[in-house]
């Protein structure tokens, strides 16, 4: 009984995704027979370089946002805010480096970057109290934040694009030890939050506020502190995915800059197997997730796919990976090939009763 | 099985309307209905009898489209059929209101009678024909509201109703009821029953699903049991005594049910403990009027009144559920106070809600998730439950509260109403509370289960445990409580103790409600 349970457990687990898997390998497959060489990974001066690290190393953003991202949908949220914050997380570090009087230095870098994630923070911190305190719903919330964002951040930047020639701050997004920098953060912080949340309770908590959080409060769970908690951490995942995005180029684009990757992040989470109306989530799921639309990117370059094709051929993959994944998709699959279930221990034997012993109160005793 | 062929159909019909043979379903480990089978005939109440997770709700499903079967026949007015989901099955007749009220509650009465069979004109929603259209149907089973007052302002009974005048809206041949009764009081039972009669004259067939015996033979004239997912028999009510039923239920002699006839010892001795908690002139406005109360250790106070008099509001605001406005409360002496549910659990204060779906359980998590979680919020996420010692909590209490299935990876959604409840109980007592409120823990679930959970409560009475107990169910209360505390009309009216305190009595005096009339135990 318990091992055909746990097959079926392992099945289920398994086919959550099996499909964006398959399609991952698949998009990597197309990639080997359009470029020969797109496994190749080269060693040169110490540094690791091939197709597939530029996959992770542009996607890590994404990657790092998707993280964030998963959180916040697990408690029943959603974060549209993401893309506006990455804008004002480069804009603050830049406009603060530019203006530093050692622009080049390291005390101007870390200044910038501190001041970048402090501000988002705050921002986390006010999606957070609309949708834990007043209630407000997180798609209207956040909407806020998305719009007025960008404003923030042109405000920030007085509209120019602001450049900057600061080695140090280079080194987040375009540093490499062996690997790019970036990959390592995004890897790090996943790899991080994976354990915190599986290792202690959080993420039993937090599944638990995500799929019911009236009962959750009752039973004594911090339902607003978590779901307050969760915004501040995707926006500080913002905050260093932007200035990913911005130290890379040396430059602060709050026009341009995390422009739509909120609807990556989203993509990526879902596509991962976590329900946007929370609950259960999973870490891997959105990993994957967030590697196949990276891969889906590089793919449209790699294989010379016409620009003005590009959306619709990105679409067409993202559709069929999200049909083949529906409920509806899998049970019909499922059907075709039902596992029938051994016999086995279905019917419980006789009920015996549990409590068995009469009460021991005297009665009538007074 | 023999009973089936001696079973006679109700006179003047021979043909049954629903036919099903051998049925069986399967899910994936568990067995749910092995070759069942079932008769409805027209103008027939037929009750479906059977204890938590003996296949009722499953073959309602199977009937109504929501399954499908992996083998059997089901033929309806003589054709099989194969239906391929609830909207296929109403279109061949057969309506159905579940025991959780499936509707809007942001929507109107009118719109939720009518909800996908609009009266349209032009193409657009006919507002005017919608509210005349409704209110003819509540009419016709007797319910007074306002057609276009929003559902979610009446009360559960009341959307009860209104869930059945919407699946009597359609032209049903077949009435599936499955504990409509569940969260009604005594006088909306007799309306549906009433209800239920004049559809049964029109040669209706009912198939009625209840947890309550006196309701099974006040309505049904036919009844079907079911086991562990098999057919025990079908039977004529009038010729199948209550003790008969039972034990074909539960297939066991019922000594243990007649052991907990009354369990309350009303042992009122001097006490030299202060009260676990006391409460003085509690209260919330719109909610329940100030009042005071006093539990002791090792006591079961029960609250009495109907429907919406006052007992989960004040059970609420004993766990900090809802935010008192005047008044204070004292724990083991000391005042409390109560900012939430955190420091009433701090304070060893546990409430077990009586909407078990929408406040207690969380589906998708295990019933090891479950069953821990108030325990790990007290410690908070940084301090896992050490795995060992979780699973062996999880397991001795699986074993203690006779969980089915043993199992504690399973999701607490796939378990049966009373094994939901059994978890809920034992998430609480994991926290070692000093105070349990209890919240209708008996609602919905069977006879077995009930006995179970009725013992367990005054055994842990017995061991010191102060408990409030909620039940719609005067007879229950009685037996188990050793103080009655009566409310009526959101207000707390008298307190009752002794030994010779009797449903009449408490039944007195939520009916006239002589306000204050307190009543020492002498």
Redesign the interface.
Known sequence: ??T??RD??IRAGRSRLTWPVLALVALLLVNVIVTPSFFDIRLQDGHLYGSLIDILKNGAPTLLIALGMTLVIATRGIDLSVGAVVAIAGAVACTSIAGAADSGGAAAAFTGIGLALLLCAVLGFWNGFLVSVLGIQPIIATLVLMITGRGIAMLITDGQIVTVNNPYYAGVGAGFVVLPVAILISVGMFALVGLVTR????G??I??VG??P?????????SRTIVWTVYVFCALCAAVGGLMISSNVSAADANNAGLWIELDAILAVVIGGTALSG??YSLTGTLVGALLIQTLTTTVYTTGIAPEITLVFKALVVIVVCLIQAPKARALLRRRRTPV?P??A???P??????E?????????? | MTETLSAAPPAATAEPIVDMRGISI?F????AL?DVDFRLFPGEVHALMG?N?AGKSTLIKALTGVYSVDSGVTRLAGRPVTFSGPAAAQDAGISTVYQEVNLCTNLTVAENILLGREPRRFGAIDARAMRVRAAELLDRIGLDIDPVSVLGSHPIAVQQLVAIARAVAVDSHVLVLDEPTSSLDSDEVAELFRTMRVLRDNGVAILFVTHFIDQVYEISDRMTVLR???LVGEYATAELSRIGLVSAM???ELG?LE?VE??A?????ERSAPPVLRAKGLGRSGAIEPFDLEINPGEVVGLAGLLGSGRTELARLL?G?DRADSGRVEVGGNPLHLR???TA?AAGIA?C?EDRK????????SVR?NLV??M??????????PRRVKNELVESYL????I??R?P??LIRNLSGGNQQKVLLA?WLVTKPKLLILDEPTRGIDV?AK??IQ??V??L??EGLAIVFISAELEEVVRISDRIVVLRDRRKVAELAG?DVGVDEVMDLIASGEPERERA?S
């Open positions: 009984m318990t055909t349970a079926a457990l290792r202690t309770a959080l039993m908590l599944e638990s799929i019911n009236k009962a959750s409060r009752l039973a004594g769970v911090r609950g259960r279930a016999p086995n279905a019917a419980p006789e009920p015996a009763v549990a409590v012993t009469t009460p021991t109160r005297k009665v009538g005793q007074r | 399967e994936p480990g568990v067995k092995q204890e997770g562990n997912g098999r539960i297939g066991r243990e052991e009354r369990l010892t009303h042992d009122t001795a766990f559920a939430g549910p955190r659990i409430f809600s929408g406040e207690g359980l969380i589906p998708d998590l998730d979680l108030a790990q919020a007290a410690r908070g996420w940084t301090r896992p439950i074993e203690t509260l006779d089915r299935p199992d990876d399973a998430r077995g006995a179970q013992k367990l005054a055994e009475a017995a030994p135990a």
